[in-house]
């Protein structure tokens, strides 16, 4: 057997692997869309792993939660939210099934079960100018970005699942820089909770920062124009850069304190993506459509399925 027949017959028996640990029949797995709508949808900005294949989704401007599954590429509303609410970033606390809402311009943090969809909580965060953008999940609590302001807000969970009173750590070095537009972004926790990786959009840069003394550095050798949500897993980031239409995939250094370009994922279905999930070989794009104008004017919204 040649070389070529052997590469062409080991591809075909991984991809029939792949189908059968996935559940699907071939002609499922080679015919399934790359895209998946969140029908009724006005707009969209976040995004997050659920349990399994299950992913939810944001409605950035009513506040509204889409549950999908990327194995069946369906979603539906899961979560109509109280009037006033807005949706950006999106976080699961699993062990307590609590989901966690950044609410933009608000000001405010909301919660709700990740079961039922029922409200459990809300915050208000912070008065004033502000814009709560994005938020990650420690074993300890839940971390907020502002975007206009140098502060993260942090609401933290007992190990039975209560939650407490909100505290503000206030930023210093370069996540504590303050541009017009909008500023820190993104944010992700190391496994451990004792580091944050921020991402700030007006610097192009992303930055660690120490959840106790507010204290950052950057990330020397990582460059990311018009970045927004990023995804930490391990010591590789992947960091979605909106009006740049690309997802980059980064890998740091044991300390977190650089790091190197291992690829750049692009498709022609994104539409000025925001955030990002992960599932196995997969990522899941949210489709922002800021092109169309803020608020955005599209006909539909989805999420975008691209390899890594």
């Known amino acids: 057997m040649s070389g070529i027949a052997r590469r062409a017959r080991l591809a075909a028996l991984l991809a029939g692997a792949l ?3 996935l559940g699907l029949s071939p002609a499922q797995a080679d015919h399934r869309p790359d895209q998946i709508v969140l029908p009724g949808a006005h707009s969209a900005e976040g995004i997050t792993a659920g349990t399994g294949t299950t992913f939810y989704a944001g409605e950035l401007f009513t506040g509204n939660i889409y549950r999908g599954d990327v194995r069946t590429r369906t979603a539906s509303t899961f979560i109509t939210a109280p009037k006033g609410r807005m949706a950006l970033g999106l976080r699961l606390d699993r ?6 809402a950044a609410g933009g311009f608000t000001g405010q943090a909301y919660v709700y079960d990740s079961v039922t969809g029922a409200p459990v909580k809300a915050y208000q965060l912070t008065t004033g100018t502000s814009v709560i953008n994005d938020v990650a999940v420690t074993s300890k609590g839940a971390w907020f970005t502002d975007s206009s302001q140098a502060k ?17 750590l206030q930023l210093h070095g370069p996540a504590a820089v303050l541009k017009s537009g909008f500023n820190n972004n993104g944010i992700q926790a190391s496994a451990d909770g004792h580091t944050l990786v921020v991402a700030h959009t007006n610097s192009a840069v992303l930055n660690t920062v120490d959840p106790v003394s507010g204290a950052s550095a950057t990330i020397t050798g990582v460059s990311v124009p018009n970045v927004d949500g990023i995804l930490l897993q391990g010591r590789t980031v992947y960091a979605v850069q909106n009006f740049s239409n690309k997802v980059t995939e980064w890998r740091l250094s044991e300390g977190l304190s650089s790091g190197r370009l291992l690829e750049t994922i692009t498709s022609p279905k994104f ?12 990522l899941a794009v949210v489709n922002a459509k800021f092109d169309t104008g803020f608020p955005p004017k599209a006909s539909q919204y989805e999420v975008t399925i691209v390899d890594r």
């Open 152 to 168: 993260l807000y942090f609401i933290p969970i007992s190990r039975g699942g209560t939650l407490g009173a909100v505290r503000t």
């Open 19 to 21: 189908t059968v640990v």
């Open 95 to 100: 062990p307590h099934h609590l989901l966690f």
């Open 271 to 282: 539409e000025v993506p925001t955030t990002v999930a992960r599932f196995g070989d997969h």
